[in-house]
């Protein structure tokens, strides 16, 4: 029965997709992950072929050992080979090896190498123009080649890393004890811009580039801009599917050059209905990200991305030390005590007391009309709360987007710039605001009135092309005189004005989520490809 069952498990890997015979063509990670506690090898002295790159090679006198990486894994596969096989090869030469794989001599740091008995070069690397050499590259260097900054081996594991994460993202909404989230996709080109900063990139055609759109005519008839954020759009989403999440990319011109912002990134937004507590959303946010990291840890990548070292690697650090204190890391975020909350209004009052009694030195002063600068968020979550992570609740409206619903007993405050509305930044250690997210304004004349005050209610001789409902009468839209217009935010109205709930959502910053698990500082070394002012190159 032993017998029969290993040659029906070789005869089984021999075969591709066709049926036909094919080499036994395993992946690196195959290879290592299968040698056992007792030094042994369920592929131990079978012939098998590899495919990847040369990731270094000595050559000597009698023989020649050659590192070959698939991205499968951090670790190299050593294969050891004749001087005459080791001719053509160089560090990043496409390459298919095969051999035998045998147990290594005592007291080698590997446990199996491959004896080559054949080498096929597929792709050669001229090594003397290649890049890419076994020796340290600064992030500065490796960003200015993002083409080939991924075949480093912590670039490569950084991007399985990202693979896993949104693996294990989806289970962890679809698992959630509400009864699951549906993943639902947004559109990316939008009407408006809805964080209300102003920092959008316009939609453009090629052909209509040095013409004036409002003579030539826009493509969509009203000007259109890439999605700096999906919450509207999760908003109509919800109000049917009731909990619903998307991971999309957004786009911000803003000129920022530092190493926490990007124009290109991934925003991680859900939206929840009939949610009426800010409490109970803050508590969603927790428990989401605590789930994911719990799934996350036991993964093959995580370990990885736990132990590896980087000397030498893009947002690398070295030693053991810093793999000490992001396995810390982890552990907090998934065993640590409930993280605090704390008012926008506590927070200053915290900011100011430890500036008159603690001796706090701030490049700007904390008030409540001035917000929350870097330098307070840092203060608050390393100093205040002991580099834990707390949710700050109840910001100034005045600071906020329209569609924020008023804190409870902040309805019946006279001034609008004393009133609070239900939103929470989440802030981290070190990385400082990770995550962000409110109750939404859900009654109609409430929302409509938040729109006039912030200006994003037009009259209708100052732009008619947009069309706000008119009934032949002249009746305006509900709440709104005749003469005002709506505009492209008119459909977001509707969604309050049939069958509306409460509800509310949060989006989370991805990529510089994943940077924090990852021990990364800079953002620009977590995505593969970064886009930020100034710097798109490929």
């Known amino acids: 029965m032993q017998t029969w069952r290993r040659t029906f498990a070789t005869s089984i890997a021999r075969l591709d997709h066709s049926g036909k015979a094919a080499g036994h063509v395993l992946r690196c990670a195959q290879l290592l992950q299968a040698t056992r506690q007792d030094g042994t090898s369920s592929f131990q002295d079978q012939e098998i072929r590899v495919q990847g790159f040369i990731r270094s090679v000595r050559k000597q006198k009698r023989f020649a050992f050659a590192e070959i990486s698939d991205g499968s894994t951090v670790k190299p596969v050593q294969a050891i080979l004749t001087p005459g ?34 080498v096929t070069v597929v792709g050669a690397a001229d090594p003397e123009t290649y890049p890419i050499q076994k020796k340290y590259h600064s992030p500065e260097f490796l960003r200015q080649i993002p083409h080939l900054r991924l075949r480093t081996p912590f670039n490569s ?45 316009t939609i453009l055609p090629r052909e209509s580039m040095g013409t004036d759109p409002e003579v030539s005519g826009h493509f969509f008839r009203t000007p259109k801009y890439l999605t700096v954020s999906s919450q509207l759009h999760l908003e109509a989403y919800a109000a049917e599917l009731g909990s619903v999440w998307a991971l999309t990319p957004v786009f911000r011109a803003e000129k920022s050059d530092t190493p926490r912002h990007l124009s290109e990134f991934y925003m991680l937004e859900a939206e929840v209905n009939f949610m009426r507590d800010l409490g109970a959303l803050t508590d969603l946010v927790e428990d989401l990200i605590r789930d994911l990291t719990r799934r996350l840890y036991d993964t093959p990548v995580a370990q990885e991305i736990l ?20 396995r810390q890391r982890w552990l907090g975020l998934m065993e640590g005590p409930r993280w605090r909350r704390i008012t926008y209004t506590e927070a200053i009052k915290m900011l100011q007391h430890a500036v008159e009694h603690d001796g706090a030195v701030f490049e700007y002063a904390p008030s409540w009309t001035g917000g929350l600068q870097l330098e307070h968020e840092k203060y608050i979550v390393e100093t205040i709360c002991r580099n834990q992570p707390v949710f700050v609740t109840d ?68 732009d008619a092309s947009e069309g706000a409902e008119r009934k032949p009468d002249g009746q305006a839209y509900p709440y709104t005189s005749p003469d005002e217009d709506l505009g492209h935010l008119q459909w977001y109205a509707d969604l309050r004005r049939w069958g509306t709930a409460p509800h509310g959502g949060f989006g989370l910053g991805y990529d510089r ?24 190159d490929c």
């Open 395 to 462: 910001y100034p409206a005045a600071v906020k987007p329209f569609y924020m619903l008023p804190s409870e007993g902040s309805t019946g405050v006279k001034s609008q710039e004393d009133s609070t509305v239900a939103c929470f930044d989440l802030l981290l250690p070190e990385i400082c605001e990770v995550a962000g997210g409110s109750l939404r304004e859900h009654r109609l004349p409430n929302i409509i009135e938040n729109m006039r005050r912030h200006g994003l209610i037009k009259q209708q001789e100052e």
């Open 85 to 118: 096989q080791a001719t053509d090869l160089s560090t990043g030469t496409a390459v298919e090896i095969s051999g035998l794989w045998k147990a290594c001599p005592p007291g080698k740091e590997q446990t199996h190498e491959l004896q080559t008995t054949d």
């Open 157 to 201: 594991l950084l991007a399985r890393f990202r693979s896993e994460c949104s693996y294990q993202l989806g289970n962890a909404f679809r698992d959630h004890r509400a009864g699951g989230f549906t993943q639902v996709h947004a559109p990316l080109i939008t009407s408006s811009d809805c964080e209300g900063a102003g920092e959008t990139f």
């Open 307 to 326: 132990s590896t070292k980087r000397t030498g690697e893009s947002g690398g650090q070295e030693g053991s030390t810093q793999g000490d204190a992001l």
């Open 513 to 536: 989520f994943l940077g924090y698990l990852a021990g990364v500082s800079s953002v620009r070394d977590v995505v593969p490809f970064p886009r930020y002012f100034g710097r798109a």
